[in-house]
């Protein structure tokens, strides 16, 4: 018996009582719950690419307004996380890739004719979601790179703009006062 067969096996006989009849909705709840999450990543990837492209733009009117957005999509992503987590929790699975497997072990071991989640629909988009997923992390990674490379390309200008000068301090009245001269 391979390793995920006995955890679904595991699984199995760590339902509770009517949970067999219950799989079936619970499957389309899941199935409903991983389109939702989707979705939501693919705009994610969406506002991530927009971040990118204002960044090199320096927008940054337009680069808070994407930001804002960006953070919604985050919260919206983490509460659709916490319900799947809501639906695996009585099988007493786990929200991440081993508790996903031996979820859709459960539902493929129900018999066909019992079942009206589409199998192949359940895994396909847990599948895309992955790959939105690992897009947004590559995405969010290139953006940081970005953000270094400007935040250092701005302290250099900085310093070739005031190199030379010296610091200055204003008195009461917004005028310069060298303290150097007192």
Known sequence: MTTDAKNASDASARQPAGVDGGLEDLGQKMLGNIQDALALSRKLERVLESVHQKMLERNITALEHSLETQIQLLNMLQMNGALREHYLKPLGLSPDQQGMSHFFSLVNQQPANASTVNRQALNKYWVQLEGSANRCQQ????????????????????????????????DQNGLTVNSMAE
Do not use: E, P, V
């Not at 790179?145 to 301090?169: D, E, M, N, P």
């Open 139 to 170: 995405i969010n990674s290139a953006n940081g790179r970005l953000l270094a490379r400007l935040s250092a390309s701005t302290r250099k200008i900085i310093a070739l703009t005031f190199s030379g000068q010296t610091a200055a301090t204003y």
